[in-house]
């Protein structure tokens, strides 16, 4: 399955969300998977570790619903894979698991906010690479799956742009190829990849309308820390040399309404970091920051309130 490499402004408008929350993933320090959340200021402070409500596990899909309230879904134990979802309300509150609908799998990220007010989770694997996704409503539930369109994947790095709509770039097996989300939530074929090929990379918005993905892991080589800006027309922009400490499978949030924030990861070596890289109202990320939280990656991320 995975590389034996590594093991506010108005709410109900997306890409405008003022908070975040880091969620689940796999804990270095006491080896384990974990429930644990971290909030996200709108200053972008990142809280101290919160005691995780629902199961413990890694590879969690994250997004956004109802314009301020955001949902984790499915996951792996190992190599059990998880059907089960938590809301998160507009106070950073994880809920309970709720029993799951779709695919039981694996994500690495695969989770988006669209449409101003919905999600949607698309790709991940079963036992087997996926393009199925499942739309996510106003009020938080999960639809049954929908045919996938695209290179099935996992691990795709995703954002919002233009306020409403969505695109998942490349992933694993490698790819760059990247995926429009409309904001009816369909999500397109394929688009010619540009940029670097990897997956685990994470993905977030910045300055209202446009997004940044950066961080990852490529097939063959290791952790990098190259980006790639997303206009407000969702078109992907060629690498730009990477700042920050070189990382797979880092998750971001956008806060403030504007900004951004990469946060957490695996530099390789069997070993994961709480480091911070914030991203300005011009897409320029900014250098490691002293983390918050423990040593964590394979996490799942969104805004909210």
């Not at 029993?99 to 988006?112: C, I, K, L």
């Not at 695209?150 to 709509?165: E, I």
């Not at 090929?197 to 997004?211: I, M, P, Q, T």
Request: charged fraction near 10%; proline fraction near 2%.
């Amino acid at each position: 399955m995975f590389s034996s490499e590594l093991w506010q402004e108005p709410a109900g408008e997306a890409g405008r969300h003022t908070r975040g929350i880091f969620g689940f993933g796999y804990n270095w320090s006491t080896s384990s998977h974990t429930g644990v959340s971290n909030l996200v200021s709108n200053a972008g402070v990142v809280s101290t570790d919160v005691t995780g409500v629902g199961t413990g596990r890694t590879y969690p899909g994250a997004a956004t619903y109802g314009g301020d309230k955001a949902i984790f879904a499915y996951g792996a134990i190992h190599a059990t894979y998880q059907n089960i979802s938590n809301l998160v309300s507009n106070e950073g509150v994880v809920a309970s698991d709720v029993t799951g609908v779709g695919s039981t799998r694996a994500m690495g990220d695969g989770g988006v906010g669209y449409g101003e007010d919905k999600g949607i989770f698309c790709f991940g694997y079963t036992g087997a690479y996926t393009s199925v996704s499942n739309l996510v409503s106003s009020s938080g539930v999960i639809a049954t799956d929908t045919t996938g369109v695209g290179t099935a994947r996992m691990q795709p790095s995703s954002c919002s742009y233009d306020t409403d709509k969505a695109v998942y770039f490349s992933g694993y097996p490698p790819t760059s190829v990247s995926n429009l989300v409309s904001n009816l939530g369909v999500i397109a074929t394929d688009t010619a990849g540009v940029g670097t090929a990897r997956y685990g990379g994470g993905g977030v918005g910045y300055d209202e309308d446009k997004g940044i993905m950066a961080y990852g892991w490529i097939f063959g080589g290791s952790s990098t820390n190259v980006s790639n800006l997303v206009s407000n027309a969702g078109v992907v922009a060629s690498d730009a040399t990477g700042v920050g400490t070189a990382r797979a499978y880092v998750d971001g949030v956008t806060y403030d309404s504007d900004k951004g924030m990469f946060a957490y990861g695996s530099p390789g070596g069997g070993s994961g970091v709480n480091t911070i890289n914030l991203v300005s109202t011009s897409g320029v990320i900014a250098s490691d920051s002293t983390g918050t939280g423990m040593l964590s990656s394979f996490r799942g991320s969104s805004s909210f309130a």
